[in-house]
């Protein structure tokens, strides 16, 4: 009879033993797969802000859509500027009210800091020998009466980095433009001015 209680005895020693280790064992797992997963290297973020709002659509590494209307290529830095487009500029005045005041388009305002380029008529602020400073606009205009005067949405103000002479027979001309865009509404009472420019312009096609 002795024999048979310490038989019983060791086994049931022997199955806490075993159950101490089973249990020590997940213990452990659930120490370890969480620093395991943590582990892991995190998703890079985009280099371009875009990526933070639902109504923009990356296509691919260098293309977005803007919302679901105007495909953007480009990453926003300086050696790859967003191409912009002029019916992207203009869809802000959406966001216009009757009083000047302006609210921006949300895939608008994520441009504001980011190296842009953009095409269109050129033209300097008076006439001069050399400028540092040029207005690029969607339609010709000789700031008089011939062509189509600009509206704060498809026109952008431009500060160059370094002067450009003013040469050839026309003053108004049609270019390029890269430099770093600014999203600033200026107001005069009810009257909406300006909303655009460009820091750090580079132009191409001017003064030749």
Known sequence: MRWFWIIISISI???LVALMRSRSNDVAEAIVMPTSTAAQPAAMPTS????QLENVIRIDARTIQLDGRFDVSG?????DPYKITWPL???????A???GAISVPKYISLLDGTSIEISGYLAPPVACDLTEELLVMRNRWDGCCIGTPPTPFDCIEVRLDKAVPIKGKHLIQYGTIRGVLRIEPFSAGKYLLGLYRIEHGQVEGFGG
Do not use: L
């Not at 990453?75 to 050696?79: E, N, V």
């Open 75 to 79: 990453t926003g830095s300086t050696a």
């Open 13 to 15: 020693v022997a199955a």
């Open 48 to 51: 371009s802000p875009a990526s």
């Open 89 to 95: 500029m203009m869809s802000a005045q959406s966001g």
């Open 97 to 99: 009210t009757p009083d």
